[in-house]
T-cell receptor
């Protein structure tokens, strides 16, 4: 089975610019997650989708971050405007029946 | 709220020596616990998980972990370290269908 696909792998932007990340989960996985992993820390959940609905976005900085999962399949995470502290790896994961699969992540550097 | 604490941000062992990575959890209900490994510039790979049943869980690459309710612990062990085990290891607990991660332990293996 194909894994969780994420793009791009790397992105460098200047502060105050906008950026978007894309995730395509494993086919049939209803639940999709976005995590933020700052260097030296564990992944922190940003948002959880069930199909195309948001289950939990309590940790998402909504003044600058947004995410959508149209049609309940792939998802995009956007940051606008970016700050230096947004530099991190953004991991996407999908789950089904208790199994969780992670993508390779997008490494964002804000300069 | 459920959480995990990983003791020791860095652990260094000699090749062939015992690996012991510590994880303690906090949960008001019987927890589902996980260990993940992350190699540089890669996503998270599941090593093993505890749900119910046998408290000694065997995973991939020779790793195992023991769930000890009395100690609220889920430590990860491997009898003999290999150079290829050098990576970041994360303990996680399942909370409301979301994985909550510890801060991680970087394992260094000396030749």
């Amino acid at each position: 089975e194909a894994g969780v696909a994420q793009s791009p792998r790397y992105k460098i932007i200047e502060k105050r610019q906008s950026v978007a990340f894309w995730c395509n989960p494993i086919s049939g996985h209803a639940t999709l997650y976005w995590y933020q992993q700052i260097l030296g820390q564990g992944p922190k959940l940003l948002i959880q989708f069930q199909n195309n609905g948001v289950v939990d976005d309590s940790q998402l900085p909504k003044d600058r971050f947004s995410a959508e999962r149209l049609k309940g399949v792939d998802s995009t995470l956007k940051i606008q405007p970016a700050k230096l502290e947004d530099s991190a790896v953004y991991l996407c994961a999908s789950s089904s029946r208790g199994g969780y699969t992670f993508g390779s992540g997008t490494r964002l550097t804000v300069v | 709220a459920q959480s995990v604490t990983q003791l020791g941000s860095h652990v260094s062992v000699s090749e062939g020596a015992l690996v012991l990575l510590r994880c303690n959890y906090s949960s008001s209900v019987p927890p589902y616990l996980f260990w993940y490994v992350q190699y540089p510039n890669q996503g998270l790979q599941l090593l093993l998980k505890y749900t119910t049943g046998a408290t000694l869980v065997k995973g991939i690459n020779g790793f195992e972990a023991e769930f000890k309710k009395s100690e609220t612990s889920f430590h990860l062990t491997k009898p003999s370290a290999h150079m290829s085990d050098a990576a970041e290891y994360f303990c996680a607990v399942l909370s409301s269908y979301k994985l909550i991660f510890g801060s991680g332990t970087r394992l260094l293996v000396r030749p």
